[in-house]
């Protein structure tokens, strides 16, 4: 099965990042926008894995921590690799950058235990919402400022992601909750 690991975030910054995407669709055209219920902080993704391997994650995640909840704010959109040659729009998280390492840092040395290859990309906590489709630099004039208020994030989720023609749908397979008030 096709999985990831991710912080879950609280609908109403779904909802919002929604409603900026929909401000930005009038000005932006060839971007495929991330349905509210894809939007999400990933900490892995796993690809094709086995049911037995989902339980060792499980397994992994469950007897970490305890970790603290997160007071998390939004800071700006920006795009990976860069704004020139953008192949995905995301929202870059300002507040709560250090505890989210923190976390991801502790589950990635735990997965690299588990002989998970460790990730070579540097990890940048941010929540993907658009998918360029027709390459076009993005400008400052069509990036509005992000003003969601601080949002708690209180999950980790490993979901089965399943394919379709309308795109992919999660399927939660494990959660735990993050401790303490964020």
Known sequence: MRSFLAFE??????AYLSQ??????????????????????T?????EISEARAREIEDIVSAAGP???????????????????PRVIVATIDEGVDIIRSIYHDIENRLTALGYEREKRG???????????????LL?????????????IERIILYKSILGR???T?????????????
């Open 9 to 14: 975030i609280p609908p109403e910054v779904k």
């Open 166 to 168: 309308e795109g992919a």
């Open 43 to 47: 900490i892995r993704f796993f690809g």
């Open 67 to 85: 970790y603290p909840g997160v007071g998390a704010t939004l800071k700006r959109i920006d795009a990976f690799p860069d704004k020139r040659r």
């Open 123 to 137: 990890f940048t906590p941010h929540i993907t919402f658009g998918r360029v489709k027709v390459p076009a630099p």
């Open 170 to 182: 999660y399927e939660p397979l494990f959660e735990k909750k993050l401790g303490g008030a964020a």
């Open 140 to 152: 400052e004039r069509d990036t509005p400022p992000l003003e969601c208020p601080r949002f708690a």
């Open 20 to 41: 900026v995407s929909r401000a930005m669709a009038k000005t932006l055209s060839g971007v495929r926008w991330v349905r509210p219920e894809g939007q999400h902080i």
